[in-house]
């Protein structure tokens, strides 16, 4: 390695690191915290809650309203640096990682078809692999919704949803999936590591959510592989949302088990 790549390495490994912890490495460092919290706990993993998507300020719902549109839109700003730190390598970092508008309805009804394929064979067993985790003790109660079911609440849900399957997939494969092979891991290493990301910033929801993310993380990586479009997994990602977190909202007043 000559000292040029040695310092263009140097850079990106930088660059990986400063992102990341700004973002889901974060995540990922508090959710470790939380799952020492969990486990530590009268009752352990299985007698804790996650709560997901909670109203901030109950008593003052436009003030609430003004918080939620913000925890909506200011997580999508890394993964915009992602895209922009991608440009320092590809003259066209939206089409590097796939979520360029090339190839027109064609192409974006195959990423739609695609991506809801695979939130179905993803969202049906990851449901399966949950209640097995709830059952077994590994699992918190994961209360996927805690604004109620008016419009603006659904309305809420969804673009939440969306801004779920833009910061996850951008960063932890479309970016990563770049930026790792420079730092000379092996691709192996590569989707074993973006999983393994994925599922320790779901530690928070106990190790079932830990485990079923880390096989999303496999899954995805391997299409993405494939494919070289992170754009189903955007899809994907963002319709196994919407069916967790309006699901939840409309079903757990009515359902028990939920």
Known sequence: ????????????????????????????????????????????????????NPTVVPDRPWLD?????????????????????????????????GMDLRGGRRRWARDLGTGLALAAAIGVPGLGLYLLARAAGLATDVQAAGLGTSVWALVVLLARALMNGLLEEVIVVGYLFDRLPRL?????AVLVGSALLRGT???YQGWGGFAGNIVMGLVFGLVYRRTRRVAPLVVAHTAIDVVAFLGYALLAPRVGWL
């Not at 995540?27 to 530590?40: H, K, M, R």
């Not at 925890?71 to 922009?84: K, N």
């Open 65 to 97: 309203a003004l918080y939620q549109i913000a925890q909506t839109l200011l997580p999508l700003v890394p993964a915009l640096l992602a895209v922009h730190l991608l440009g320092r390598s590809h003259r066209d970092p939206w089409a590097a990682i």
């Open 201 to 203: 910033y779901h530690l």
């Open 184 to 188: 000379g891991w092996p691709p192996w």
């Open 1 to 52: 390695m000559t000292r040029t790549e040695a310092r263009a390495r140097a850079s990106y490994g930088v660059e990986v690191l400063l992102l990341l912890f700004v973002s889901l490495g974060r995540s990922a460092v508090y959710s470790v915290l939380a799952i020492l919290d969990l486990s530590t706990r009268p009752g352990g993993v299985a007698a804790q809650t996650s709560q997901l």
